[in-house]
C-alpha cells in the first residue's frame, strides 16, 4: 500500500457549520438568524454559496505599470447580510430554471433544423466529409501532437453519444444493424455537439440554417451557440449565472430587433444579452410564451446587497428593461377597501358564533362567553 503524499501547502481544516457561520461573522456578515444560515449553509454548501457573496467583500485596488490589480480581503463590505445573500441564490436559481426551460426548447429546434436541412440533402450528410470545411479536415498548426482534426474529433464524440444514447429509435437501429440517419442520430446530440457541428459545416449548409433562425450571419449563429452552450452547462451544473461574464462577447445583428435594443458592451459581455438572444431565438418557436415576462419579474426580485446591481448583470441602473420589450410592471398590489374588510370581518365572526354556540356547556362555559363578549366590544368600540 502506497502511503499518501503530504500536500507541499497545507490543506484548510475541516470547519463544521456553526463554524463556518462564525468565520462569516468575523469578517463583517450580518447573521440575522443564526440558527437558519447553519442550516441554510447544510443545504446548500458554504463554498457554492461563497459564489453569491464574492462581490459583497472589500477589495483594494493596485496600480501598476500592467494597469490596475484588485485584491479581495477576507472582509465583507458593510450591510452584507447572509439573508440578502441567500436571496440573491433564490433568484439567481429562479433564473437559472427559466433559462433552463428556454435552453431545452431551442436546443431539440436546433437539433431539429440542422437534421432536416442536411437530411433533405443526404440522410446520412453528418458521415459525410464533403459537408464540412476543409479545416476541419486536417490538424490544426499548433495543437498538441496526436489531436485529432475538428470534424473527427466531432465524429469520436457523435459516435461515443450514439453508443450512450438510450433513445429507442437509436437502439432499434443499432440492434438491426441499419445505417442511422441524421434525423435519428441528432437525438443523441448534446448542445455542444451541435455547437461544434455548425461551426465545421460548409458556408451553403449554415446559410440554410441560419435563414431557419431568422439570422444573416453565420458568424453571429456560431458565436451564439457557443455561448448558449455554456450557458447551458452552467445551469445543468448549478452554477451561478447572474454577475458573471459571458464566455464571449455576444456578436448582433445590426438589424430589426437587435437595433430596438441597442445593446452596449456591458450587455453583450454579460446575462442581460443572453437574455437578448435567448428571447430572439424562443419568440419565434412560441411566439405565444411568458418566459421573458416570467424572467423580467425575477430580476425585480434582486436584493439590496453590496456589489450586487443591476449593471453588473448587464442591465441598466434602473434595472431590467421592461419598456424595450413592450412588457407591463406588475400590477401594485390593490389596497383592500373599508367595506370589504368589514363584510369579511363580520363573515368571520357569524361562522364563530356558530361554532362558539354548538359547543357543549362546561363548568365555566358562562364565564367564558362573558369575557369573549366584553373583548369582542372592547374591540368595536374603538371603530
Same mark, same amino acid.
Given at each position: 500500500?502506497?502511503?499518501?503524499?503530504?500536500?507541499?501547502? !497545507?490543506?484548510?481544516? %475541516?470547519?463544521?457549520?456553526?463554524?463556518?457561520?462564525?468565520?462569516?461573522?468575523?469578517?463583517?456578515?450580518? *447573521?440575522?438568524?443564526?440558527?437558519?444560515?447553519?442550516?441554510?449553509?447544510?443545504?446548500?454548501?458554504?463554498?457554492?454559496?461563497?459564489?453569491?457573496?464574492?462581490?459583497?467583500?472589500?477589495?483594494?485596488?493596485?496600480?501598476?505599470?500592467?494597469?490596475?490589480?484588485?485584491?479581495?480581503?477576507?472582509?465583507?463590505?458593510?450591510?452584507?447580510?447572509?439573508?440578502?445573500? %441567500?436571496?440573491?441564490?433564490?433568484?439567481?436559481?429562479?433564473?437559472?430554471?427559466?433559462?433552463?426551460?428556454?435552453?431545452?426548447?431551442?436546443?431539440?429546434?436546433?437539433?431539429?433544423?440542422?437534421?432536416?436541412?442536411?437530411?433533405?440533402?443526404?440522410?446520412?450528410?453528418?458521415?459525410?466529409?464533403?459537408?464540412?470545411?476543409?479545416?476541419?479536415?486536417?490538424?490544426?498548426?499548433?495543437?498538441?501532437?496526436?489531436?485529432?482534426?475538428?470534424?473527427?474529433?466531432?465524429?469520436?464524440?457523435?459516435?461515443?453519444?450514439?453508443?450512450?444514447?438510450?433513445?429507442?429509435? *437509436?437502439?432499434?437501429?443499432?440492434?438491426?444493424?441499419?445505417? *442511422?440517419? *441524421?434525423?435519428?442520430?441528432?437525438?443523441?446530440?448534446?448542445?455542444?455537439?451541435?455547437?461544434?457541428?455548425?461551426?465545421?459545416?460548409?458556408?451553403?449548409?449554415?446559410?440554410?440554417?441560419? /435563414?431557419?433562425?431568422?439570422?444573416?450571419?453565420?458568424?453571429?449563429?456560431?458565436?451564439?451557440?457557443?455561448?448558449?452552450?455554456?450557458?447551458?452547462?452552467?445551469?445543468?451544473?448549478?452554477?451561478?449565472?447572474?454577475?458573471?461574464?459571458?464566455?464571449?462577447?455576444?456578436?448582433?445583428?445590426?438589424?430589426?430587433?437587435?437595433?430596438?435594443?441597442?445593446?452596449?458592451?456591458?450587455?453583450?459581455?454579460?446575462?442581460?444579452?443572453?437574455?437578448?438572444?435567448?428571447?430572439?431565438?424562443?419568440? !419565434?418557436?412560441?411566439?405565444?410564451?411568458?418566459?421573458?415576462?416570467?424572467?423580467?419579474?425575477?430580476?425585480?426580485?434582486?436584493?439590496?446587497?453590496?456589489?450586487?446591481?443591476?449593471?453588473?448583470?448587464?442591465?441598466?441602473? /434602473?434595472? %431590467?428593461?421592461?419598456?424595450?420589450?413592450?412588457?407591463?410592471?406588475?400590477?401594485?398590489?390593490?389596497?383592500?377597501?373599508?367595506?370589504?374588510?368589514?363584510?369579511?370581518?363580520?363573515?368571520?365572526?357569524?361562522?364563530?358564533?356558530?361554532?362558539?354556540?354548538?359547543?357543549?356547556?362546561?363548568?365555566?362555559?358562562?364565564?367564558?362567553?362573558?369575557?369573549?363578549?366584553?373583548?369582542?366590544?372592547?374591540?368595536?368600540?374603538?371603530?
Amino acid at each position: 500500500m502506497t502511503e499518501a503524499k503530504t500536500p507541499a501547502i !497545507a490543506v484548510k481544516p %475541516f470547519k463544521d457549520y456553526p463554524d463556518l457561520v462564525d468565520i462569516l461573522e468575523s469578517r463583517g456578515m450580518i *447573521i440575522g438568524d443564526r440558527d437558519r444560515a447553519i442550516r441554510k449553509i447544510a443545504q446548500v454548501g458554504y463554498y457554492h454559496l461563497s459564489g453569491y457573496w464574492h462581490s459583497s467583500r472589500r477589495f483594494w485596488i493596485e496600480r501598476n505599470e500592467r494597469g490596475k490589480v484588485f485584491h479581495q480581503l477576507d472582509e465583507f463590505q458593510a450591510d452584507t447580510s447572509f439573508e440578502a445573500v %441567500f436571496q440573491f441564490y433564490l433568484m439567481d436559481k429562479s433564473l437559472r430554471v427559466l433559462m433552463g426551460d428556454a435552453l431545452e426548447r431551442i436546443e431539440i429546434h436546433l437539433r431539429t433544423v440542422i437534421a432536416h436541412e442536411l437530411g433533405r440533402h443526404d440522410p446520412l450528410a453528418h458521415l459525410d466529409r464533403a459537408n464540412v470545411v476543409k479545416s476541419a479536415l486536417v490538424a490544426q498548426p499548433g495543437n498538441p501532437p496526436g489531436m485529432l482534426p475538428l470534424y473527427e474529433g466531432w465524429l469520436d464524440r457523435h459516435e461515443k453519444l450514439i453508443a450512450q444514447s438510450h433513445e429507442e429509435s *437509436i437502439r432499434s437501429h443499432l440492434k438491426a444493424g441499419k445505417p *442511422i440517419p *441524421i434525423w435519428v442520430a441528432s437525438e443523441a446530440w448534446d448542445f455542444g455537439a451541435i455547437s461544434k457541428f455548425y461551426s465545421i459545416l460548409n458556408p451553403s449548409h449554415q446559410d440554410s440554417i441560419c /435563414e431557419r433562425l431568422g439570422v444573416v450571419e453565420r458568424n453571429v449563429v456560431d458565436n451564439w451557440l457557443i455561448n448558449l452552450n455554456v450557458l447551458r452547462n452552467r445551469c445543468a451544473h448549478h452554477a451561478r449565472l447572474s454577475n458573471r461574464p459571458n464566455p464571449r462577447v455576444l456578436m448582433l445583428p445590426r438589424r430589426g430587433y437587435f437595433n430596438e435594443l441597442n445593446l452596449d458592451l456591458r450587455a453583450k459581455e454579460r446575462l442581460y444579452g443572453l437574455i437578448g438572444v435567448v428571447w430572439f431565438l424562443l419568440k !419565434a418557436i412560441g411566439p405565444g410564451s411568458q418566459w421573458l415576462t416570467k424572467v423580467a419579474d425575477v430580476i425585480d426580485t434582486m436584493p439590496r446587497l453590496p456589489g450586487l446591481t443591476p449593471k453588473s448583470m448587464g442591465f441598466p441602473d /434602473e434595472g %431590467f428593461p421592461r419598456g424595450k420589450f413592450a412588457i407591463a410592471s406588475p400590477p401594485l398590489a390593490k389596497e383592500p377597501l373599508l367595506e370589504d374588510v368589514c363584510t369579511a370581518t363580520l363573515e368571520a365572526f357569524a361562522v364563530s358564533r356558530e361554532t362558539i354556540l354548538s359547543m357543549s356547556n362546561g363548568p365555566k362555559s358562562s364565564e367564558t362567553r362573558k369575557r369573549f363578549t366584553d373583548g369582542m366590544l372592547e374591540l368595536m368600540s374603538d371603530i
